[in-house]
Nanobody
Framework: QVRLVESGGGLAQAGGSLRLSCAASGSIFRINTMDWLRQAPGKQRELVAASTSGGSANYADSVKGRFTISRDIAKNTVYLQMTSLKPEDTAVYYC?????????WGQGTQVTVSS
């Protein structure tokens, strides 16, 4: 079984920064994709940033130039560096990984940005 544990959420002011982490543990042979998604109150969950095993990254238009996804393969961890935060970034952020060809989700971490 694989488990994803997120950390790093919290409260930030507009223009500030936060860094999210998501570490995978368990019987891990291969991690294909590592993604971050978010869900704001009353809205659908949306993909924020995606990182493939080949090293490419894709971002939602709303976060391009402000958020950076990165991965530490040795630690089975994915990060989301968030800068120039806006109140509309307020949401629960989830990491998602495809590990051993199966999809796993983190428990979610709240990010709140005040104006």
């Amino acid at each position: 079984q694989v488990r994803l544990v997120e950390s790093g959420g919290g409260l930030a002011q507009a223009g500030g920064s936060l860094r999210l982490s998501c570490a995978a543990s368990g019987s891990i042979f291969r991690i294909n994709t590592m993604d971050w998604l978010r869900q704001a109150p009353g809205k659908q969950r949306e993909l924020v940033a995606a990182s493939t095993s080949g090293g490419s990254a894709n971002y939602a238009d709303s976060v391009k130039g402000r958020f950076t996804i990165s991965r530490d393969i040795a630690k089975n961890t994915v990060y989301l560096q968030m800068t120039s935060l806006k109140p509309e970034d307020t949401a629960v952020y989830y990491c998602r990984m495809v590990v051993n060809s199966r999809e796993y989700w983190g428990q979610g971490t709240q990010v709140t940005v005040s104006s």
